[in-house]
C-alpha cells in the first residue's frame, strides 16, 4: 500500500518543479473590523461551512461571520465554566452541521432547527480526557473523526454516538507518564484516504483504516531526515498532493518515495509552527508564534508578516494560532488579539509628495493632468502655484515654479492647463493665459492683439484648426483666431435673463469629431455649439427628459463609434453624434450611484471613472462593474475633473492627495463564482429566520399579507476578498422585466409594494473582480390579500361561533331563548329613540357658518395645539355653548369635528399631484396630525379604510 503511495508521490513532484509561480507575495494585511465583537479576540480556529459562513472558535466560544455581521452561537446550558467553553477545533459535516471541540466535549450545530446536541466521547466519567476534543476531521466517506486527548473518536449516526476507534492508543486509567501516545493533537485524512495523526510528544501517526495498518514517524537528533519534532501541531496537504507537518520546532515536508522528511529550519522556520494554508500559486502560509512565514516553495525563501504597532496595515499580534483560506481566496489569521486577513489584490501606485524626497509631487492637491504622447511624460498643474513634470519611463520629476517669476497677481493660481499641438503648455489662471515653451524652458503671459485682458480662465480647448476656446469666469466663452492673432467674444445664441451666472460660467470645452465645440455651464446643462453655423443646441436634465441625467457635468469623452460620454453629478449620459439624440441606460447610473468627475475609455473593453467614491472599472455594456478604494492605494475616495489622462497601457487619475497610476492589463484573478443567498428579512414583526422558513423546491417560501409586506431582504455573496466590491442585482418575477442594480455598498433591498399573488426573488452576485455568478432564485414570495385575509377569518370566527351556539343550544336550549327575547328588547328600543339634530334659528344659523367658516376658509384645523377654549375664543363663545353647538347642530363632538377636516384635507392633498413626492406623514403633518399612531386611527375612523388602502384606490383610478 505504500509503494503505491511513492509513485503517486513522484508523479505529483515532478509536476511540482514545472510548475511557475507567480512574482513575491504583494497583499494587504486587514484587520477584521467586529473583532471586538467577538466573544473572546483570543483565535483558537477558523473555517467555513458550505453556505459560505466564516466560523470562528475562540477562548470563549464561537461565532459566525456571513460577511456583514457577526453572530455569536447561543451558549449550551451546560456549558458554563470560563474553561469549557474555550474552542479547539471547527468542522463542518455534509449537512452544513457544525462540530465543535471543547474541553468538555464535542457540540454539534444544526442551522435548520437551531438545535445544539452535546456528545461525550466518554459519558460515565466527564473528567475522562477522552471528553478533550483537540481536533476533527471528515473522512473519504464523510464521517465526523474526531481527536481527543486520550484516543480516537468516531461518530456513529444510527446510534447517535461517539464510538472509540481501536486503530489508536487509548488507556482507562491516562498516565501522565505515557499520555503523549494517546493524544491526538492533530487528525488528517489525506487524498488517498489515509488517517494522519499527530501527537503531543509522540511524533507522527498514519493509519490505513481500511486494513487496519499504521506507521509512526518520531524525532532524531541525530538523523536530519526525520520529522522537525514529535509534539506535532498540524498536517496539511497542499494542492500537489505534499505533506507538510507543523511541529513545535518548525515545518517538514514528508517524502513519500523514501518516506523521509525533509526540514525547513535552514530558511529561517524555526521554533513553534500552529498552522498552515496554501493560496492559488502553491505559496504556503504558516501561523507560527512570530508572526506568519510567506513560504515560496519554488524559490526556498520565507517572507515575514509581523505586528507592526506603527501601522494598520499589520498583523494584530505576532501570536498567530490559526490560518484558513476561504474559497473566495482570502486568507484568514487567528491571533492572540483578534482576526486579520491577508489579501492578494491589484495595488496601485500612489505617487504623491514626499517630503524629504525632491523626485516627488510638489504639493498634492492638483489641478490637471495632461499627456505628452510623444514623449511620454505627464504635465501636472498643482495647487502651490507649481507646474510639475512626470517621465514615465524614468519615474523622475521636474519641478517649475510661477512664483519665482514675480507675475502680476492672480497667475500663480492655476485654474486649468492644457497641451497644445505645437508641444507648449497653456496656463489658464486667475490672472490670464502662460504658455510654457517646453523647448526653450520659458514661461510667460500669453499676449493677443489687440490686447485683451481675461483674468480668471476655468476652461481651455485648442481645436484643430488651432484657434484656443476660453471659458472666462462671469464673461462667457471667448475664441483666439490663430490665423488673425485676435480674440473675440463669442455671442452665444441663448436668453441670459435670469441665467447670467449660469451661461457666463464655463466649466468645461470639448471639441467633438465633427467640429462642434461642447460647452459646460456651471449647473446649467451642456451646449453644442457650431462654429460655422453660430448656432447653439442647449440641453439639459428637463429637456431631454433625463437623457442628460444631470445638469452638472465635469467631464466629456468621445468614444470610436462617434458616442459621447458625459461625467455628472449623477453618473454618465450618452449622446449619439449620428442621430443627435441622448440615449438612456439606466443601468451604467444605476451600477455607478454616484458623481463621476472624469473619464478614460479603453476601447472596446472598458469605461475607466474617476468618481466621488472612488475609481469605477466598467465594461462598455454596463454589465461588469468594479470600484476601487482607498484599501486598494487609491489616493483618496474624491478624484478631481480635470485630473485625468492616458498614456496608453497606463491611466492616471488624481485629487487632492496625488495621483494614481493604473496598468490596463492587470489581470484580476479572483476566479471565486458567488452564489448568494438570503440572510434574514425584517419588518414590523421583528426578524424572521430564513432556516426557519418553509420551503417549495428546496427555496425558502415567505407568506405575507398585502396589506402588510413591507419587509427588508438582506443577503451575502459569502466572497471574502475584498469584500466591499462585491455586487449585486435582483429581480422579482413576474414583476420585473430587467435586472435592478443594489446600490454600492449595500446587501439588502426593500420589498415593494405587490399585489397579491406568487412571486420569486431571483439574484446574481459578483465577486470583487467583477465576476457574476449565474441567476437563481433564493426566496419565494406568497402575498395573500388582506381582505381575503380578513373575509375567511371572519367566515372562519362566524362558523366557528354558530358552532358553538349549536352545541349551547343543543346542551342549555333554555339560555338562547332568554338572550334573543333581551336583544329583542334593545333593539326596539334603539329604533324608538333615534338621534336627530336641531333645525338651527336665523342666530343659531350663523354661528354655524361661522364653525365652519373656521375650518374650510381659515383651516384652523392645521393647529396640532388647537383645544375647545381656542375655538370658542374664535367664535367668541363659551366652552358650554360650543359644546351645545357642535352636539344640537353638527351631531359631532370637538374632537371628532376637527378630525373630519384634517382627515378631508389628507385626501385633497393626496390626489393633488405635487405632492406626490411627499411622504404620507409629511402631509399628514401639514392637516394637523401630531401623531403617525392618532393619524392612522383617526383616518379609518373617519373613512372606515388605512391610509395605505387609499392611496391604493387613488393609484387604481389613475
Known amino acids: 500500500m505504500f509503494g503505491f503511495a511513492r509513485q503517486i508521490t513522484i508523479v505529483l513532484l515532478l509536476c511540482i518543479a514545472n510548475v511557475g509561480y507567480l512574482s513575491a507575495f504583494n497583499g494587504n494585511v486587514d484587520q477584521f473590523r467586529l473583532n471586538f465583537e467577538l466573544p473572546s479576540r483570543s483565535v483558537q480556529c477558523i473555517t467555513q461551512d458550505k453556505q459560505g459562513l466564516i466560523w470562528i472558535g475562540t477562548n470563549d466560544w464561537v461565532a459566525y461571520y456571513d460577511g456583514y455581521s457577526l453572530q455569536t452561537l447561543p451558549l449550551p446550558q451546560n456549558v458554563n465554566h470560563g474553561f469549557y467553553k474555550r474552542i479547539y477545533s471547527l468542522q463542518n459535516d455534509t449537512r452544513d452541521r457544525m462540530w465543535i471541540g471543547t474541553p468538555y466535549g464535542a457540540f454539534r450545530y444544526d442551522k435548520r432547527n437551531r438545535e445544539i446536541v452535546h456528545f461525550l466521547p466518554n459519558e460515565n466519567d466527564i473528567n475522562s480526557k477522552s471528553n478533550v476534543i483537540y481536533s476533527i476531521a471528515l473522512s473519504p466517506d464523510n464521517q465526523i473523526w474526531l481527536g481527543t486527548r486520550n484516543g480516537i473518536y468516531q461518530y456513529d449516526e444510527p446510534s447517535n454516538k461517539l464510538l472509540l476507534s481501536p486503530l489508536f492508543a487509548h488507556h482507562k486509567t491516562f498516565n501522565e507518564a505515557l499520555k503523549s501516545e494517546r493524544i491526538a493533537k492533530c487528525i488528517y485524512f489525506d487524498k488517498m484516504g489515509l488517517l494522519w495523526v499527530g501527537t503531543e510528544g509522540n511524533g507522527l501517526v498514519v493509519i490505513n483504516t481500511k486494513d487496519r495498518t499504521h506507521r509512526s514517524f518520531h524525532y532524531s537528533l541525530t538523523d536530519s531526515t526525520t520529522i522537525s519534532s514529535d509534539f506535532i501541531e498540524n498536517i496539511y496537504e497542499d494542492s500537489f498532493g505534499s505533506l507538510w507537518i507543523a511541529t513545535a520546532d518548525g515545518l517538514c515536508r514528508l517524502r513519500r518515495d523514501d518516506n523521509n522528511f525533509e526540514r525547513y529550519n535552514q530558511i529561517g522556520i524555526n521554533g513553534l509552527v500552529t498552522d498552515m494554508t496554501e493560496d492559488k500559486t502553491g505559496t504556503l502560509f504558516l501561523a507560527t508564534d512570530n508572526g506568519v512565514a510567506i513560504f515560496n516553495k519554488k524559490e526556498q525563501s520565507v517572507e515575514w508578516l509581523k505586528n507592526n504597532p506603527g501601522s494598520e496595515n499589520t498583523l494584530l499580534s505576532n501570536d498567530v494560532m490559526s490560518i484558513y483560506k476561504d474559497r473566495s481566496g482570502a486568507i484568514w489569521c487567528g491571533t492572540s488579539k483578534g482576526v486579520c486577513r491577508i489579501e492578494r489584490q491589484p495595488r496601485f501606485p500612489l505617487l504623491q509628495n514626499l517630503p524629504e524626497s525632491e523626485n516627488s509631487l510638489s504639493n498634492n492637491s492638483l489641478i490637471f493632468l495632461q499627456a505628452d504622447k510623444a514623449k511620454n511624460q505627464l504635465w501636472i498643474g498643482t495647487a502651490n502655484a507649481g507646474i510639475d513634470r512626470y517621465d514615465v519611463a524614468t519615474g523622475l520629476f521636474t519641478h517649475y515654479s510661477l512664483s519665482a517669476l514675480k507675475l502680476q497677481p492672480g497667475y500663480n493660481q492655476i485654474r486649468t492647463g492644457i497641451l497644445l499641438q505645437n508641444g507648449n503648455l497653456l496656463l489658464g489662471t486667475g490672472g490670464g493665459l502662460l504658455e510654457y515653451n517646453t523647448l526653450q524652458n520659458t514661461i510667460y503671459p500669453k499676449i493677443f492683439n489687440p490686447q485683451t485682458e481675461l483674468k480668471e480662465i476655468y476652461a481651455l480647448l485648442e481645436s484643430r484648426n488651432g484657434d484656443i476656446w476660453m471659458g472666462v469666469l462671469d464673461k462667457g466663452l471667448y475664441r483666439y483666431d490663430n490665423k488673425s492673432n485676435k480674440v473675440e467674444e463669442v455671442s452665444l445664441p441663448v436668453e441670459y435673463s435670469g441665467k447670467k451666472d449660469v451661461y457666463t460660467n464655463i466649466k468645461v470645452l470639448f471639441e467633438d469629431s465633427e467640429n462642434n465645440i461642447w460647452i459646460v455651464f456651471y449647473q446649467g446643462g451642456i451646449g453644442r455649439y457650431s462654429p460655422a453655423n453660430k448656432t447653439l443646441d442647449l440641453y439639459t436634465q428637463t429637456s431631454t427628459h433625463n437623457g442628460l441625467n444631470d445638469n452638472i457635468v465635469w467631464d466629456i469623452v468621445e468614444l470610436p463609434d462617434k458616442m459621447l460620454v458625459f461625467a455628472t453629478g449623477s453618473g454618465i449620459s450618452f449622446f449619439n453624434l449620428k442621430t443627435k439624440t441622448f440615449e438612456k441606460r439606466k443601468n451604467f447610473n444605476a451600477a455607478i450611484n454616484g458623481s463621476v468627475t472624469s473619464i478614460l475609455p479603453v476601447w472596446p473593453d472598458y469605461l475607466w471613472l474617476g468618481t466621488e467614491q472612488g475609481i469605477v472599472r466598467i465594461s462598455m455594456t454596463g454589465n461588469n462593474i468594479i470600484r476601487f478604494s482607498e484599501r486598494d492605494g ?29 496598468d490596463t492589463r492587470i489581470q484580476f484573478d479572483n476566479s471565486f463564482i458567488p452564489w448568494p443567498s438570503v440572510l434574514k428579512i425584517q419588518n414590523d414583526n421583528g426578524s424572521i429566520d430564513v432556516n426557519q422558513l418553509q420551503t417549495e423546491n428546496n427555496i425558502p417560501a415567505l407568506s405575507l399579507s398585502s396589506r402588510n409586506h413591507l419587509c427588508e431582504i438582506a443577503f451575502s455573496a459569502y466572497s471574502y476578498q475584498n469584500e466591499w466590491r462585491n455586487r449585486y442585482q435582483y429581480k422579482i418575477l413576474p414583476k420585473d422585466s430587467v435586472w435592478k442594480w443594489v446600490t454600492f455598498g449595500k446587501n439588502s433591498i426593500m420589498l415593494p409594494s405587490l399585489k397579491s399573488g406568487k412571486y420569486t426573488l431571483m439574484l446574481r452576485g459578483a465577486n470583487s473582480d467583477g465576476k457574476w455568478g449565474d441567476a437563481h432564485e433564493v426566496l419565494i414570495i406568497r402575498v395573500k390579500s388582506f381582505w381575503a385575509i380578513v373575509i375567511w377569518s371572519i367566515l372562519g370566527a362566524i362558523a366557528l361561533f354558530g358552532f358553538l351556539l349549536y352545541l349551547l343550544n343543543k346542551r342549555y336550549p333554555h339560555i338562547l331563548k332568554n338572550y334573543q327575547k333581551i336583544l329583542s328588547k334593545k333593539k326596539n328600543k334603539v329604533l324608538k329613540n333615534p338621534v336627530k339634530l336641531k333645525e338651527p334659528d336665523e342666530k343659531n344659523q350663523k354661528i354655524v357658518n361661522a364653525l365652519i367658516a373656521t375650518m374650510e376658509t381659515d383651516h384652523l384645523y392645521t393647529n396640532k395645539r388647537l383645544n375647545k377654549a381656542q375655538l370658542a375664543a374664535v367664535l367668541k363663545l363659551t366652552e358650554l355653548q360650543l359644546a351645545q353647538i357642535l352636539k344640537e347642530y353638527i351631531g ?34 401639514e392637516c394637523g396630525f401630531n401623531s403617525k399612531t392618532s393619524f392612522y386611527r383617526v383616518f379609518k375612523e373617519v373613512t372606515g379604510i388605512t391610509p395605505a388602502d387609499y392611496l391604493e384606490q387613488l393609484k387604481n383610478k389613475r
Open 634 to 662: 487609491l489616493q483618496g475616495p474624491l478624484f478631481n475633473y480635470q485630473v485625468a489622462a492616458a498614456l496608453p497601457p497606463y491611466l492616471y487619475f488624481g485629487g487632492n492627495n496625488g495621483f494614481n497610476k493604473i
Open 892 to 925: 359631532k363632538g370637538f374632537a371628532d369635528f376637527v378630525n373630519y377636516y384634517r382627515v378631508e384635507a389628507v385626501k385633497e392633498k393626496l390626489k393633488d399631484p405635487k405632492y406626490k413626492d411627499i411622504t404620507l406623514m409629511g402631509v399628514a403633518d
